[in-house]
């Protein structure tokens, strides 16, 4: 048997808002964003002239609008779920701040204390708080805020309040849901069927499969790179435990059969001489 670790990482698939995409706009431009780091290569596919919404307001969201607001009227929609209320540029943040949010969510926030059990379920399906472009910024740079996008009506979005908007971009900006419909093994079951089921990264019910870099998969920093180096250790640990185990399993059936076929033997050798 061999054992598998799925370094899972980010998700790969955009959440179900995406399903509106086919019916959205018909001629119109329909981006889907990934993540933030993919800020630069999707704009590199300049949005059409005149107005862009936005659709989604997580850090990506709102780090996409305040680019795009530079050359075209931008609105933005959703609602963001907090946000950091001090600048991450500054001093304070950078030296003291950072580190002790790092703190917290490294050995605070965690599956073994009761506020960590307690917010692991809502953290897991909703994004993240602002980090550095704040509600603030985006009233700034004049980008309107409107209500969620809730379908398609005329082949425009329909917003929650029954408006619709006729914008020339739409962008999706409305998180991840896991990649993995490739695995062909009863490991799911929450959310639908799509997170897979694991004690700490460990697959319980199929022996040998372990995950690392799922978000919260044992603490919130589980998908940072300062988290992902703890979980790896604990997984190296459970394959070693799981080796001695299976290792001290198959000596004692190799020495029980031993043991019966030695006894075999002699009852056989007995019969043979009465």
Known sequence: ????????????????????????????QVMAHQQTSAIRLMLAERPQNGGVLVVGVGNSGADISIEVSRNHSTMISGKETGQIPWPIESFLA???????????????????????????????????PLVRVKVNDL???????VPRVVGVKNGMPLLA??????VKNVIWCTGYE????????????????????HREGVVVDVPGMYFVGLHFLYAMTSATLFGIGRDAKRIVKAIRSQT???????????????????????????????
């Not at 399903?19 to 119109?28: K, M, R």
């Not at 950072?98 to 307690?118: D, E, P, Q, S, W």
């Not at 896991?178 to 089921?197: R, S």
């Open 94 to 128: 950078r030296y003291l701040l950072v580190r002790l949010v790092r703190f917290v969510g490294h050995h605070v926030m965690t599956v073994k204390t009761a506020i960590g059990r307690k917010l692991r379920p809502k953290m897991l399906h909703q994004a993240a």
């Open 161 to 166: 309040d029954g408006r619709t908007l006729n």
């Open 1 to 28: 048997m061999y054992d598998v670790i799925l370094s899972a990482g980010l998700p790969d698939l955009l959440v179900g808002i995406l399903a509106l995409a086919d019916e959205v706009l018909g001629g119109q």
């Open 244 to 274: 001695r185990i299976s290792a001290i399993a198959t000596d004692r059936q190799r020495r029980s059969i031993h043991t019966h076929g030695s006894t075999g033997l002699i009852a056989s050798t007995e019969d043979a001489q009465v």
């Open 178 to 197: 896991h990649g993995m419909p490739w695995i062909d093994l009863p490991i799911f079951g929450e959310n639908g069927g799509t997170d897979p089921i």
């Open 139 to 145: 009233m700034n740079a004049g980008i309107e805020r």
